[in-house]
């Protein structure tokens, strides 16, 4: 069965950090892209970062430059985002998936993700 894993959620309080992960079983993350999705509750699901197959390529959301960091250890079959200087606005569930592309600069839209994992809650609050 292929499927795609998050770990690494839970509550922490403003300024904190957090490192999630996003484990595949059943495929080799090696050839795809990988991206990192959150969805606030009465928001829209929104894209937060991006990183290629090979790990050389990558971007983020505005609002998270310089705070997030996202890489991928393709030997462990898994992507990480380490998140710090968290803040309440960050409260979200969220999402990784695995792009049909190699490149995120080819990626345009959720469409374009093929397997999605079932989310981890991140909740900000002190």
């Known amino acids: 069965q292929l499927q795609l894993v998050e770990s690494g959620g839970g509550l922490v309080q403003p300024g904190g950090s957090l490192r999630l992960s996003c484990a595949a079983s059943?495929?080799?993350?090696?050839?795809?892209?990988i991206g990192w999705f959150r969805q606030a509750p009465g928001k829209e699901r929104e894209g937060v970062s991006c990183?290629?197959?090979?790990?050389?390529?990558?971007n983020y959301l505005d609002s998270v430059k310089g705070r997030f960091t996202i890489s991928r250890d393709n030997a462990k079959n898994t992507v990480y985002l380490q998140m710090n200087s968290l803040k309440p606005e960050d409260t979200a569930v969220y999402y990784c998936a695995a792009s049909v592309f190699r490149l995120c600069t080819v990626v345009r839209s959720s469409s374009d993700y093929r397997y999605w994992g079932q989310g981890t809650q991140v909740t900000v609050s002190s």
């Open positions: 059943g495929f080799t993350l090696d050839y795809y892209a």
């Open positions: 990183i290629s197959s090979s790990g050389g390529g990558t």
